[in-house]
């Protein structure tokens, strides 16, 4: 009963934590985000990603297979699996955040989109 009690005290601690951090960001004009903030994706696994930051700097991760065939340089079975497991789930991770920046793009505002300073 005890833990299920603590669970519950950390759950609405966790709730009130998130809503006061959503509270205290900036959502003025004036809002300038960390130089490495994300602001598009470009691309698709097969053919690579290319990642632009704030600070107009982008990164090209390799393309899905250039990775996997990373992956069979290791020594061992389990690290390969491990390797081609990490490749998965970093590249559905990309394509979902491409999704989800296309939709905050789309809700439109004064500076949608931009990636000038």
């Known amino acids: ?7 519950l005290v950390a759950a609405v601690g966790i709730c009130f934590g998130v809503a006061g951090l959503a509270l205290a960001t900036p959502h ?4 300038i985000p960390p130089d490495d903030t994300i602001v598009d ?3 698709d696994p097969s053919n ?3 990642i632009e930051h704030y ?13 996997r065939a990373e992956c069979s340089e290791y ?3 389990v690290a390969r699996v491990r390797c081609r497991s990490e490749v998965r789930v970093w590249y559905r991770d990309l394509g979902q955040f491409e999704v989800a920046l296309d939709y905050a793009h789309s809700l439109g505002g004064p500076d949608a989109g931009a990636v000038v300073r």
Request: overall charge negative.
């Open 1 to 7: 009963m005890k833990n299920v009690i603590a669970v």
């Open 75 to 77: 020594d061992t079975r």
């Open 28 to 31: 003025s004009a004036t809002y």
């Open 41 to 43: 994706i470009t691309g």
């Open 55 to 67: 600070d107009g700097t982008s990164i090209s991760p390799p393309t899905d297979s250039e990775a």
């Open 48 to 50: 690579g990603f290319t």
